[in-house]
């Protein structure tokens, strides 16, 4: 069946790093690829997506592409703040159906030291 | 516009007892999905609701049900309570038109323990 798998944490970077957090994705179909972030004690958000091949999904300073080649959907920023320290899920949903479950991966949880 | 809710915010249960869980959705929503989210896990989707029948369903058994009620909002009764159900329980909220399902809204979750 479809699934996702991404890097393992906890990642720990210093503000203004650079940031890259690995996705890959398995699917049959072609399907829509997500970024959720869960803040500690809040619900999961919506970061980015990208429904198609090449697409790229952008919000806040993140930035994610659909790489159908390499079935890819990495997360990066280019200078991480404090403030998005949190854990990320990559994600996906099969597009073609009407009743899209998401498929998490396991979270990847990340801390910015000031 | 009050997002999507769930009650409880926390819960406590002894093995083999029997839990309801509550979703509203946000407004202008009709479809509602529940995910189960072990600790350091990502969700795994249980099954969503649409028109109150049960469209979709994930490799749970069939001690996890559901409801929709008229107005959209849904519940999560679990059965016979085990140890491995102690986990955060996610309701998302969508609009489904012409066929296709928008963005999924998630709650803050109904964290469960089973004692």
């Known amino acids: 069946g479809d699934s996702v798998t991404q890097m393992e944490g906890p990642v720990t970077l210093s503000e203004e790093a650079f940031l890259t957090i690995n996705c890959t994705y398995t699917?049959?179909?072609?399907?829509?690829l997500f970024w959720y972030v869960q803040y500690p004690g809040e619900g999961l958000q919506l970061l980015l997506k990208a429904t198609k091949a090449d697409d790229k999904g952008s919000n806040k300073g993140f930035e994610a592409t659909y790489r159908k080649e390499t079935t890819s959907f990495h997360l990066e920023k280019g200078s991480v703040q404090v403030s998005d320290s949190a854990v990320y899920f990559c994600a996906l949903s099969d597009r073609d159906s009407s009743a899209s479950k998401i498929i998490f991966g396991s979270g990847t949880r990340l801390s910015i030291r000031p | 516009d009050a997002g999507v809710t769930q009650s409880p915010t926390h819960l406590i249960k002894t093995r083999g007892q029997q839990v309801t869980l509550r979703c509203s959705p946000k407004s202008g929503h009709d479809t509602v999905s529940w995910y189960q989210q072990a600790l350091g896990q990502g969700p795994q989707f249980i099954f969503q609701y649409y028109e109150e029948e049960e469209r979709q369903r994930g490799n749970f058994p069939d001690r996890f049900s559901g409801h929709q009620f008229p107005n959209y909002s849904s519940e999560l009764n679990v059965n016979a309570l085990l140890l491995g159900d102690s986990a955060l329980y996610l309701c998302a909220s969508s609009r489904t038109g012409t066929g296709v399902v928008t963005e999924q809204f998630f709650g803050p979750g109904t964290r469960l323990t089973v004692l």
């Open positions: 699917a049959t179909g072609y399907p829509s």
